[in-house]
């Protein structure tokens, strides 16, 4: 009732406008909907073109991924130059707040954007380059100091993970305004599939490279092959078409940052996701340690690291195809739900596990978390917002609220980690990633699915 008589002001107020500016208005109407028409129209003529293209681009990004995984390649490289365990805790952290951060002061400036292309090819620039500039110094200087290289590490990652950050959310909005609803789930499946059965092939180029080249030359000619791949990625985004569409006034930040409590106190499955969500993205942190307690328990070989991202990949590839289609037919917050207890059934083995060859079923059980929670973790957030309009608010306040878990929680596992061991650290994570799911699982009901603007569902 309240947001119907919120409306009643301004009706009454055109109805006493000249007939002059009622006609402005009913032009300007008139030109939006032709613009959305024309935009529709466009779309689905090139429908097919931007699924596979997009298809492509996210398979060749992820294939550059693969070859620096932060689940094994980058967790090897810190290892090497440090035993300190709480720089293995800055991996994550620094990954997470680069990429949740930046979303929610950026959501205002993208629902005002007729076109979302423009931003990501320029913004998706700093998450590419870095690891060009990573593989020259690792290279090129390889007799650096080891702080010297960890700070230019950590720095170049940072930027690499905030420019990510202020390209992700123009992307996700950019990805459901090409692809029709009723595919969400396939399209990511395929994407993500076909990344990781790439990624099984950079996976075995790691391996060797790793273990036939110097340390730490062999880190910086996979962070040059990952650049190449990203190269390819980005010529797949330019050839995407996306015509321009009717926009949101820019509103104003502190208005906007006004109306998220509003919509917090409004929504409350949405609400409840997020808490479940950030229990879940915590429970899941552990992952990124699992290398590291490989590592020092059974002192492994730069090449056994190679195998382990193998693992990961693989079943990351299978999960993410058949996650895709199950998702579109059983539901996202399902698939969340089974993808984060495959994740915690990996900390659980992880305690146990009495050697070394126990980390690849392990890592195949990452591989299908991860799968699963990428892709219908933030999928869901689609699902939530009502109407096309709303969706970059609820991506930015959805990205931006597991921000604080992003910033700490890492770096509080691997302080953890430092104080009583990674065991311990696993034991803990499985416990909150447990109520996370139990919580997601009973107290938030399933969303339905949002309307797609390019095909009028």
């Known amino acids: 009732m309240s947001l119907r008589l919120a409306y009643l002001p301004h009706r009454n107020a055109t109805a006493a406008m000249p007939l002059k500016g009622m006609g402005s208005m009913q032009g300007e109407t008139e030109q939006q909907d032709h613009l959305e028409l024309e935009a529709q129209r466009v779309l689905e003529r090139h429908a097919t073109r ?28 810190v290892e090497r130059l440090s ?32 076109r979302r292309k423009p931003w990501i090819m320029t913004m998706t620039i700093g998450e590419r380059v870095p690891f060009l500039a990573l593989g020259l110094v690792l290279v090129l200087w390889p007799g650096l100091p080891a702080t010297a290289q960890l700070a230019i590490f950590f720095l170049l990652y940072a ?9 992700g959310l123009a992307w996700q909005d950019f990805i459901a305004r090409l692809i029709p609803g009723r595919r969400w789930g396939t399209f990511f499946g395929l994407q993500f599939g076909l990344g990781g ?12 490279i790793l273990a036939t080249q110097p340390f730490p030359q062999g880190v910086g000619i996979l962070a040059l092959l990952c650049f190449a791949a990203m190269v390819l990625s980005y010529i797949f985004i330019g050839l995407t078409v ?13 208005a906007f940052l006004r109306g998220i409590l509003p919509l917090l106190q409004r929504d409350h499955a949405f609400r409840g996701y997020l808490l479940c969500r950030s229990a879940i993205a915590l429970g899941l942190a552990g992952h990124g340690f699992l290398t590291a307690a490989a590592l020092e328990r059974f002192q492994l070989q730069n090449a056994d690291v190679g195998f382990f991202t193998g693992a990961l990949l693989a079943a990351q590839a299978i999960s993410n195809i058949g996650f895709g289609a199950l998702a579109d037919r059983w539901g ?13 059934l990996a900390l659980l083995i992880a305690i146990v596990a009495p050697s070394a060859g126990w980390f690849l079923p392990i890592f195949a059980l990452v591989g299908a978390a991860q799968a699963g929670y990428q892709l219908s973790g933030f999928t869901l957030v689609f699902s939530f917002s009502i109407t096309p309009g709303e969706r970059p608010t609820y991506i930015g306040v959805a990205n931006t609220a597991l921000a604080p878990v992003a910033a700490l929680g890492p770096l509080l596992a691997g302080w953890l980690a430092e ?4 065991g311990t650290l696993f034991a803990v994570l499985f416990l909150i990633g447990l109520m996370g799911l139990l919580a997601l699982h009973w107290r938030v009901p399933a969303p339905a699915r949002a309307p797609q603007a390019a095909t009028g569902e």
Do not use: C
């Open 50 to 77: 931007n699924f596979w293209l997009n298809v492509l681009d996210g398979g060749a990004f992820l294939l550059g991924l693969s070859m620096v995984s932060r689940y094994t390649v980058l967790p090897l490289f």
């Open 83 to 114: 035993s300190e365990r709480w720089l293995q805790g800055l991996i994550p952290a620094i990954n997470y707040i680069g990429w949740f951060l930046p979303a929610l002061f950026i959501a205002p400036l993208v629902a005002s954007m007729p």
């Open 159 to 167: 930027i690499q993970a905030f420019s990510a950050g202020f390209t």
């Open 197 to 208: 059965v790439l990624g099984v092939a950079g996976a075995w180029v790691a391996a060797r």
């Open 242 to 254: 996306e015509p321009p569409q009717a926009a949101a006034p820019r509103q104003p930040m502190g």
């Open 332 to 344: 996202h917050k399902q698939v969340l739900e089974l993808a984060t207890g495959l994740g915690m």
């Open 419 to 422: 104080l009583a061991g990674y």
